[in-house]
């Protein structure tokens, strides 16, 4: 399995959706999962429909590498993609070019709110960006992981798995990450929350996990759900990862 092409920008199918009216008040972004996940898997498009319609943001989302119209291998063919290292290098880029193309569509926007969401491993690759501190615009993100592959994480990323788990375990505690950007000059930056929704049949470490992660909140912006008969797919079970986030933004 090759590993040159994964670090190479390619073309992503993309869909940005503006709310009825076309005056965004904010920007997310989110991530589909793997093994035949694309940008309209339930827990990914009704969320976005949410973020959409009664949020009012821009939403971006994307059919990752060899998904759909999107160009490049996917996880079954490259191993750097296997691991994660594309997917994560693409929430980035495509982050940095939804921000700069929000403040070009509004210049005069500041203090836009910014939500960065994933599902199973796009819950990942959103745990492992962090917004640059050259868009001052944007308020401190808030991250919805959908499904954080705990019992897959070791399967997925092999070497990388604890340094992944550092990089959300960061998030709420304000440091650890090992390999946080550079441009963040070793210091994390603030973020508005952390939420995270699992299904009650999602795995056998998932209760460890969440002690862990919890025990690590020093910045007390954790909210951790667990939705009663759900499991990864969430079949049948996705309009509850929707009625959860709403519930944790209607108190945030």
């Given at each position: 399995?090759g590993?040159?092409?994964?670090h ?6 993309t869909r940005?959706?503006?709310p009825?009216?076309g005056n965004p ?6 991530a589909?999962?793997r093994?035949?996940?694309?940008f309209?898997?339930p827990?990914?498009?009704?969320l ?10 821009r939403?971006?989302t ?5 998904i759909?119209?999107?160009e490049?291998g996917n996880?079954w063919t490259?191993f ?10 693409d929430?980035r880029?495509?982050?940095?070019e939804s921000?700069?193309a929000?403040?070009n569509d509004f210049?005069?926007?500041t203090e836009?709110?910014?939500?960065l969401?994933g599902y199973s491993?796009g819950?990942?690759?959103?745990g492992?960006?962090r917004?640059?501190?050259s868009?001052p615009q ?5 991250y ?6 705990v ?6 990323a092999m070497h ?8 959300l375990e960061?998030?709420v ?6 390999n ?5 000059n070793g ?5 508005a929350g952390?939420?995270t929704?699992?299904?009650q049949f999602e795995?056998l470490?998932y209760?460890v996990?969440?002690?862990i992660?919890g025990?690590?909140?020093?910045r007390?912006i954790?909210?951790?759900v667990?939705v009663?008969?759900a499991?990864?797919?969430w079949?049948g079970k ?10 944790w933004l209607?108190k945030?």
């Amino acid at each position: 399995m090759g590993q040159g092409a994964s670090h190479h920008e390619v073309r992503l199918e993309t869909r940005v959706e503006n709310p009825p009216g076309g005056n965004p008040q904010g920007l997310a972004l989110i991530a589909h999962g793997r093994f035949g996940g694309t940008f309209d898997q339930p827990p990914v498009r009704l969320l976005a429909e949410y973020l959409t319609n009664e949020r009012l943001m821009r939403v971006v989302t994307w059919n990752a590498r060899g998904i759909g119209q999107s160009e490049g291998g996917n996880e079954w063919t490259d191993f750097s993609t296997w691991i994660g290292d594309a997917g994560i290098n693409d929430y980035r880029r495509m982050l940095r070019e939804s921000m700069t193309a929000y403040v070009n569509d509004f210049p005069k926007a500041t203090e836009i709110p910014l939500f960065l969401c994933g599902y199973s491993a796009g819950a990942v690759f959103a745990g492992c960006t962090r917004p640059s501190p050259s868009f001052p615009q944007f308020s401190p993100a808030h991250y919805i992981l959908i499904s954080y592959p705990v019992d897959m994480n070791p399967f997925m990323a092999m070497h990388k798995t604890g340094s992944y788990f550092r990089s959300l375990e960061a998030l709420v505690q304000g440091y650890g990450w090992e390999n946080l950007p550079e441009e963040f000059n070793g210091k994390e930056p603030d973020v508005a929350g952390v939420f995270t929704v699992m299904g009650q049949f999602e795995g056998l470490f998932y209760h460890v996990w969440t002690g862990i992660l919890g025990s690590k909140n020093a910045r007390n912006i954790l909210r951790q759900v667990v939705v009663e008969g759900a499991d990864h797919a969430w079949n049948g079970k996705a309009p509850r990862i929707v009625e959860e986030v709403d519930k944790w933004l209607c108190k945030h």
